[in-house]
């Protein structure tokens, strides 16, 4: 059975999704706290952190401008507009974990998290995709590596 943690990344992608797939389509009637109700509802009974779900999805919304801004020069040859929703949705929640609970969420485990959500819910190569652009994101903003490779000093 997976984890408390990875069903609650699971409820957060599946809400990411439909409140951005919905707004898109001009849905005036999308809540954002609505849809992660029903979706939650499905699991409550396995997931005892709805606080980690919440903090997760209101997190990445919050913040989704900035990990988008942080995402773009990570693929330059994929524009975030022409990633499919689910493997921006997945490479937001994984940005956000990287960088924002790595004091709950050990690096490791955001970046391996991604790749399985990327695995379960992705095309074929949409988990490799997701691992090397969070790799790229953790050696350049988390280990301060320079783009020639080189590691950065503070």
Do not use: C
Request: aromatic share 8%; charged share 30%.
């Amino acid at each position: 059975m997976a984890s408390n943690r990875h069903l609650g990344r699971i409820v957060a992608l599946q809400t990411l999704y439909e409140y951005e797939l919905r707004l898109q389509v001009g849905d005036i009637d999308a809540n954002i706290d609505s849809i992660l109700d029903r979706n939650f509802k499905r699991y409550e009974e396995a997931i005892a952190d709805r606080e980690f779900v919440e903090r997760l999805i209101r997190g990445v919304l919050e913040r989704q401008t900035e990990l988008d801004e942080t995402l773009a020069p990570m693929a330059p040859e994929w524009p975030l507009d022409q990633i499919s929703r689910i493997d921006r949705s997945v490479l937001r929640l994984g940005l956000y974990e990287l960088l924002y609970l790595q004091d709950t969420v050990p690096v490791k485990v955001a970046i391996n998290e991604a790749v399985e959500l990327a695995k379960a819910f992705g095309s074929d190569n949409s988990s490799k995709f997701v691992n090397g652009v969070l790799g790229t994101a953790f050696r350049t903003l988390v280990e301060g590596e320079s783009n020639d490779g080189s590691t950065t000093t503070g």
